[in-house]
């Protein structure tokens, strides 16, 4: 039928329907194949913005329950107390003065005899003494009583008088830290509704805490110790990140000192000067092996030859310094070679043309330009050496450690190797937002040193 | 050039200060490591131990485990190796052998208190009442039937016996590179198993090899990190019944339930009066070769056995040990103080 149809019609009209007719069946294919592209586009679009926004979410995931963990660690549960430095309790010698032609050693042997007198001195009497007054029944309760206050406070008001030995017979109002399942406690991290057998804390000492914290004695404050004390285990409460960061910045030195100069000079050989052979071939490929290497492998590498062969110490920022900086070498090295890629031939050409010897024109006039991205790459590195966890554990640096490190020869542990360890505390509820806490601080640190790295970059960008 | 010269001077004193940093260097920090049982106590008493002794550092404690603690003690002596090694069992013969092979002559012991293994599940889960065979009967590779041993047939806890509640058996273990699971071994799985009489009949090699071989279904789950991957798994498998030591369950009070086992609930007093019969002496160990080297081994030694740090109302005793009585205590202080050693 059709096809009779069709044939009438080119017969009484010839070409020019035929024509209009093919136009419209190539104007409807094309529609036809138009909507399924743009249909093909949408849906890549989508696509994609499905993707960014799972990426997206998973990120925000990731912040609000860390900075919902973390951000309320920052303050810590402290009770405030009238504190005597009672003359009865606190008798001890005056305070050694070096005299003049008092040898150094000599003047240390009887400081040291002094601070051990001090050191027999009960401090909690004079705790006890102070709580008594908050709470008049304390006395018959001690050990509930002594459990307000977190045990590390003794040494704590030990040091004032050991500063400042003027201060015993008066008496001043300190905040003073409270244990950490007070903390627990006020901040309702322990399920209140539990019975006696469950809790931390016995009935008594619950009842004072709720009690004081009407009175405002007890009361969340920004917590300093989280920041100036190195970890604690025997006075949970006081545990803080000092050890740790000091830890770190050691060993972010030491990359830095190690890593940077030799990398970027090796990045500088390998590209500019190095003749192009099968010998240069072969070390580039282990330099981009060498950047694939997991990280665990440099720990191994650290443990068996600088602590046992090179015999350096256990757990000390030194050798974690160095085995970062294996780690961080080969990023720095790629880093730069792709910085100084990127320069055009041009200004090497212009510098030799003028006269320029080849060191020169490198030093001169392509370093220049690529300091910027050799920094970023640099940053970006010593970034990532700051979160490396894996390597330090097998050198020993997973240890507990109750002091600031005063050199990079001493025990310490690092920022991301404390997270480990107080995810791995015994007493949860504090300790999981006390982690927390240390992983903002650490995220904080990151999201700087990347901040510094991209203002950097953008700063002395030069475009061509 | 001066950039030059600037980075070349760089890179030198960098290559230098590797090269010298090589010769030991002498260490006045005591240096720590072992088991993570331990590891609460001993970090406790070097914490107070550094604070009190103004003339001694803060000793470092890192863990590992007995096994791998104990390792590291007998690579050697020096200031590259550590001083003390803390183990939650005690040093194996072969263990003493590597220690003499590698140089480590001269080791003290110190037992310095006592601490139970519990069991312990969800406090929302069913509650137990363990006997050693029904442990072993959970998480046995085989078990014998009707005189025959076959494949662990058990997957839920009351077709061992009707009185455990009814739930999936998913047994958490310590791996063996920690000193609890030789005691979990020798105290439950092993009085469990010598319980039947088809075990009674095997001779002493066949029956440890057959008691302590453990089931590989996924229902017995091997721990090799801390106790706090343990509490992560009961956290978040209501089923799971975990083993660990009583100080990690009391700091968990309000999340755990412990068992009792044969009828005995685990505490202080239980386990102070050997009531409970699942608990074990601690260690650490010293290498008297280090002794006057490294200042204050011997006094760290003696302020931890001291009654005031691990007795009675002591700070370990708030973190769960166990205290010795007074004539353990007594006993043990004066045979370290002479450093008597182990032969």
Redo the contacts between chains.
Sequence with gaps: MNMEASNTESTSLPDQTDLAKKRDLMQQRVSRSLKRRHNQETRFKLMGMAAVGTALAFVLLLFVTILSKGLPAFWQAHISLEIYFDEEIIQIDEKPVRMVNESEAAFNQRM?AW??QL?FVNFNRIILDAISKEIPEARDYQ?DAMRLVT??ER?GLRNMVQEDPSIIGTSQRLWLLADANVDVWMKGN??RE?GD????LSARTRDWVDELEAKGVLKNRFSTALFMNPD????LASAGLAGAFVGSLMMMLIVM??AV??G??SAIYLEEFAPKNKLTDLIEVNINNLAAVPSIVFGLLGASVF??W??????AP?VGG?VLTLMTLPTVIIATRSTLKAIPPSIRSAALGIGASK?QAV??HV?PLAIPGILTGSILGIAQALGETAPLLLI?M??????VPGTP???STALPVQIYLW???????FFEARTSAAIIVLLALMISLNAVAIWLRKHFETRW | MTFRNKALAIAMTAAASVAFTAPAMARDTIQIAGSSTVLPFSSIVAEEFGNSFPQFNTPVVGSGGSGGGLRQFCQGVGAHTIDIANASRPIRPAELENCKENGVTEVIEVMFGYDGIVFASRSDSGSFALEPHHVFQAGAAQVPQNGEMVANPFTRWSQIDSTLPDQEIVLIIPGSNHGTREVYEETVVHPGCDSFDEVKAMDRDAKTAFCNAIRTDGRVVEIAGDYTETLARLDSQRDALGVFGLSFYDQNRDRLQVATVSGVVPSLETIGSGEYPVSRPLFFYIKNQHVGVIPGLMEYAQYFLSEEVGGMGSPLEDAGLIPMDMAERDEITSAVMSRTLMD
Excluded at chain 1, 232 to 235: G, M
Excluded at chain 1, 310 to 315: I, R, V, W, Y
């Design positions: 040291l601070q051990t050191g050990r045990s590390g040494f322990i399920n539990l057998a469950q809790q931390q604690s285990r025997s006075s000192f190690l100069p030799i970027v000079a602590i046992l090179f015999k350096m110490p256990l757990s030194i160095l060191v030093f001169h370093l020993g997973s240890s507990f450690v109750a002091s020869f001493e025990q995810q791995g505390n015994e007493l949860r509820n």
